[in-house]
């Protein structure tokens, strides 16, 4: 069964502490690995996809990074304004438009 | 501006009653979805519709109808059957696959 799995489930930093968060994956071959950044009573928003392992793709002071079972979202120097649950998502190849999401990592960053 | 329009922000139902809650896109996305949110869960999907008049059940659809009579609209219907719907309702849409999903604000559904 394809799964997605995240950790911590939460994590509290100081402003400038640099950390990652975690994304285990389990599918019967992946097309396509998403982090969605999620404020409070908003929709995710969109940061990357990774396709294949190695892959590596930044945006400001956000990092991530593919192998074949997991994906890191590096966070360097964070603000407060990072503070938000990132989400992790998958397609497989057998699944068709079918995306499976983990339950989130929700960061709190102390100014 | 392009994007996803989701309305209401927030809904109360009564229980028996049935809500439906709309969604609109005008990134002339193929592809829609609707997942449900509940807390300290990741996002189920429900529905969703790769074409007009084109839909497939999700992992939890039971409860739950849709229709796809536009590319632009794919309205999510809450039936009394549902036995637990209060939660977050998202909406997406996306180009294809493998391709990123797009999301709408979200709606906040509460039974009474």
């Given at each position: 069964e394809d799964q997605v799995t995240q950790s911590p489930e939460a994590l509290r930093l100081q402003e400038g502490e640099s950390s990652s968060l975690n994304c285990s994956y389990t599918v019967s071959g992946l097309r396509g690995l998403f982090w969605y950044r999620q404020d409070p009573g908003k929709g995710p928003e969109f940061l990357f996809t990774l396709y294949s392992a190695g892959e590596e793709k930044e945006k400001e002071r956000l990092k991530a990074t593919l192998t074949k079972k997991e994906s890191f979202l590096h966070i360097t120097?964070?603000?407060?304004?990072?503070s938000a649950t990132y989400l992790c998502a998958v397609q497989a190849r057998?699944?068709?438009?079918k995306t499976i999401f983990g339950a989130g990592t929700r960061l709190f960053v102390k100014a | 501006d392009g994007g996803i329009t989701q309305s209401p922000k927030y809904l109360f139902r009564k229980e028996g009653q049935n809500v439906t809650l709309s969604c609109e896109q005008?990134?002339?996305?193929?592809a829609m979805y609707w997942y449900r949110q509940d807390p300290g869960q990741g996002l189920r999907l429900i529905y969703y519709s790769q074409i007009v008049n084109d839909f497939q059940k999700g992992d939890i659809a039971e409860g739950y109808s849709v229709s796809r009579e536009k590319k632009e609209s794919f309205p999510l219907t809450v039936t009394s059957?549902?036995?637990?719907?209060?939660a977050f309702y998202l909406c997406a849409s996306s180009i294809g696959t493998p391709n990123e999903q797009f999301f709408g604000p979200g709606t906040r559904l509460t039974v009474l």
């Open positions: 120097a964070p603000k407060p304004e990072d057998a699944g068709g438009f | 005008n990134l002339n996305h193929d059957a549902q036995k637990n719907p209060t």
